[in-house]
């Protein structure tokens, strides 16, 4: 088990986007974060304490994370200074990343020297098995992006709380670091080998009560060349009952491909839909979730209204206006 209250790391990330772990941590285990710890040039800010090591031990802090999701998953050069220093304070280390901790030799003698611990949680630790394609008791809903990082993780996070606060049954289902760290449990998906990914999205979401409901995390998106992969992995191995689509509309080009337009979100329901039905003939879009975070509230209010208007769907930002609407369409679904 990873130690809490987090110093969360933020290292020298160029952009709010780039530290979305860390971002996901403070917005749903606010009890979590202790403070930040940002290097020089960081552009991103939680608005929590900026905090030296010294003042975050001091404050309760036991485990420094990594906080930062950037392209390939590396260890920066420029961060491991510090993460030996967190080491010989006194804190352990854990990190989502492609790059293992355990496979940094420096930072294994640290831990060893100062008895100290490394989480790597992007792991698997289950020898899940190839997928059967095979109809299992309960209902799935998945979010898919038009894009990466555009809301699917906090799309299902607050469907969830929603249904548990009205004593229905519901489950989330973590399938990225972010998520796992969140909630302790899941599957790092993306770093599961190619033939077993479906397989192990069928092993996440077994057989349950008919009115119990998984909200599957989703990854990537159909339209990213870069991620496409894993996105088709949780479509096939979730079998999905029910559909949101997550779009963020001031995106100008897909996150890291300047070269890719960001479909619309007609082509979305489009694109996804024969894909989902060879696996769920009955599967439904019952919704749409928009990360209006960088707009201003009527600008955000209008836009959901026309999506309303244009796809005959619900429309909401579920973590700045409420899931209630994407509940009452999937219970109806």
Request: hydrophobic share 40%.
């Amino acid at each position: 088990m990873i130690d809490t209250p987090y110093l969360l790391f933020l290292g020298d990330a160029p952009d709010q986007l780039a530290a979305k772990v860390a971002q996901g941590i403070r917005d749903w285990r606010p009890e979590y974060a202790v403070g930040q710890f940002r290097l020089p040039g960081c552009k991103a800010d939680l608005g929590l304490p900026d905090m030296t090591l010294d003042e975050a031990k001091a404050a309760g802090a036991k485990t420094l994370v990594v906080g930062v999701a950037n392209r390939g998953g590396i260890i920066s050069e420029a961060w491991k200074e510090a993460l030996d220093a967190a080491l010989a304070q006194g804190f352990d280390l854990a990190s989502g990343l492609h790059n293992l901790l355990r496979d940094e030799p420096a930072l294994v003698e640290a831990a060893r020297t100062h008895g100290r611990s490394l989480h790597d949680v992007r792991i698997p630790t289950v020898k899940y098995p190839i997928a059967n394609g095979e109809k299992r008791s309960g209902k799935r809903c998945l979010a898919i992006g038009t894009d990466c990082s555009v809301g699917k993780m906090y799309t299902g996070l607050a469907m969830d709380r929603v249904m548990k606060d009205r004593g229905l049954k519901s489950s989330f289902r973590a399938t990225g670091q972010t998520g796992i760290l969140i909630t302790g449990e899941g599957v790092p998906l993306d770093a599961v080998i190619a033939d077993f990914m479906a397989g192990a999205v069928e092993w996440l979401t077994p057989e349950n009560d008919a009115d119990h409901w998984d909200h599957i995390e989703g990854q990537g998106s159909l339209f990213h060349v870069s991620y496409s992969g894993v996105t088709m992995a949780l479509i096939h191995g979730g079998q999905p009952d029910a559909i949101v689509l997550c779009h963020e509309p001031t995106r100008t080009h897909m996150r890291g491909l300047p070269g890719y337009q960001l479909p619309s979100l007609e082509a979305l329901r489009d694109m996804v839909l024969p894909i989902a039905r060879i696996a769920n003939p009955d599967v439904k879009v019952i919704g749409v979730s928009v990360n209006t975070k960088a707009m201003p509230e009527d600008e955000a209010r209008a836009l959901l209204a026309d999506i309303e208007t244009r796809m005959g769907l619900p429309a909401t930002d579920p973590y700045r206006f409420g899931a209630e609407p994407l509940v009452e369409a999937l219970l109806a679904s």
